[in-house]
């Protein structure tokens, strides 16, 4: 069945590092993937997504690439801010109603 | 237009009492999903149901769960008779339609703790 796998956490990086937050999937057909965001106590937030392969996902400095050969989503950004601290998660949806989420990694960006 | 809107935001039961968790979703759209999450873990998929049906609730324990989203008013999630395993937070989402490309919007989740 369709699956998401991410790249465990905790990450503790300093404030503009570069961050990669690695997530692989498994899928028949033609999914969709995402990233979301969950900050302390709230909800999830979509933070970026790609419908098709070599799409490009951006949002806030945040870069996502669907990559069909490597089955990959691994997500990205240049330079962090303390603001970026929350736990990011890697989601896909395929034909039909559930979206399956990995297990969520979670980033400490110190000053 | 208002997101996703989940109450109570945190809920407190003794074992064996019942919790319900409502979940209005997003104006507009007409298909809710319940996710648990526990303990540093990702989210489960429970339920998903559209306006008066449940469409696949594969995700559903079998025994003392169950969901609803009547015509009228918001969905539902019950839970009966309480276990400390049932503590997590249960997060809801809603979605225009059904689309891959349709994203799922999240409410700010129901944080149950059983005692």
């Known amino acids: 069945g369709d699956s998401v796998t991410q790249m465990e956490g905790p990450v503790t990086l300093s404030e503009e590092a570069f961050l990669t937050i690695n997530c692989t999937y498994t899928a028949t057909g033609y999914p969709s993937l995402f990233w979301y965001v969950q900050y302390p106590g709230e909800g999830l937030q979509l933070l970026l997504k790609a419908t098709k392969a070599d799409d490009k996902g951006s949002n806030k400095g945040f870069e996502a690439t669907y990559r069909k050969e490597t089955t990959s989503f691994h997500l990205e950004k240049g330079s962090v801010q303390v603001s970026d601290s929350a736990v990011y998660f890697c989601?896909?949806?395929?034909?039909?109603?559930?979206?399956?989420f990995g297990t969520g990694t979670s980033l400490t960006v110190i000053p | 237009n208002a997101g996703v809107m989940q109450n109570p935001r945190h809920l407190v039961r003794r074992r064996g009492q019942e919790a319900r968790l409502r979940c209005s979703p997003m104006?507009?759209?007409?298909?809710v999903y319940w996710y648990r999450q526990l303990p540093e873990e990702g989210l489960k998929f429970m339920v998903y149901l559209q306006k008066e049906n449940i469409i696949d609730e594969s995700g559903m324990p079998k025994e003392r769960f169950s969901a609803e989203f009547p015509k009228e008013g918001p969905s539902i999630l019950r839970i009966q008779q309480v276990v400390r395993g049932d503590s997590a937070a249960y997060f809801c989402?809603?979605?225009?339609?059904?689309?891959?490309?349709?994203?799922?919007?999240f409410g700010a989740g129901t944080r149950l703790s059983v005692l």
């Open positions: 989402a809603s979605s225009p339609s059904l689309d891959t490309k349709n994203i799922q919007y």
């Open positions: 104006k507009g759209h007409s298909h």
């Open positions: 989601a896909l949806g395929n034909t039909g109603n559930q979206f399956y």
